[in-house]
């Protein structure tokens, strides 16, 4: 099945700063992937996605960016703010299974 | 209000003690899904289902049961709860299988098994 590994495991910047999170899949057949957000106490809520026919997507301050030939993704975050701070999820879904594989998380800690 | 509703947020129990930790969504979701969180393991599935009577086991399956009767609803049962179990369980929902861009989690339920 669908393998997805996720660095780094916790990431500490100054407000404002960039803040970039990676993700590599194993599956060559995935086809979306999509990350979420997990604010302490709540459920991941989907932030941005992207799918394989697309190289770069970008909503204000935070953009995705996939590579299919590496298979690996990335979080773009600038200016960030500390409400960024969170937990944040990558997560890839292979159009034979019917689930989305999820990166063990980064913890995002933005430091006013 | 669109939402995926779990019940209850704590729970404290006994090893052994059966529990039922319930989920129910009012988008008319077909796809429901249980995860549970660990530290530095991330989000591991337990069961899924793709509609009413159709449900498969995810990556962590043991120790689990599941039921979907009815559309709006995916209960997650411990017959015999251990506390290897103590974790953060989150119920998701989607329209459908095929399309993953419609995860909705739950706020979660944090359970202790003692």
């Known amino acids: 099945g669908e393998n997805v590994e996720q660095h780094p495991s916790t990431l500490s910047v100054q407000e404002g700063d960039s803040a970039v999170i990676k993700c590599t899949y194993s599956d060559s057949a995935s086809n979306y992937f999509p990350w979420y957000k997990q604010e302490l106490g709540k459920g991941p809520q989907l932030i941005i996605d992207?799918?394989?026919?697309?190289g770069e997507k970008k909503d204000q301050r935070i953009a995705v960016t996939l590579n299919k030939t590496a298979k690996h993704f990335s979080l773009h975050i600038t200016e960030t703010q500390p409400e960024d701070s969170a937990v944040y999820f990558c997560a890839a879904y292979p159009p034979r299974g019917s689930t989305l594989t999820f990166g063990k998380g980064t913890m995002l800690l933005v430091s006013p | 209000e669109a939402q995926v509703t779990q019940n209850p947020r704590y729970l404290i129990t006994v090893t052994g003690k059966k529990l039922t930790v319930t989920c129910s969504q009012n988008m008319n979701h077909e796809y429901m899904s249980w995860y549970r969180q660990d530290p530095g393991l991330g989000l591991r599935q337990i069961y899924y289902s793709m509609n009413v009577e159709v449900t498969d086991k995810g990556d962590v399956p043991e120790g689990y049961k599941v039921s979907r009767k009815e559309k709006r609803n995916f209960p997650l049962i411990l017959e015999s709860p251990s506390p290897n179990q103590t974790s953060l369980y989150f119920c998701a929902s989607s329209l459908s299988d095929r399309d993953p861009g419609g995860y909705t989690f739950g706020s979660g339920t944090r359970l202790t098994v003692v």
């Open positions: 992207i799918r394989s026919n697309v």
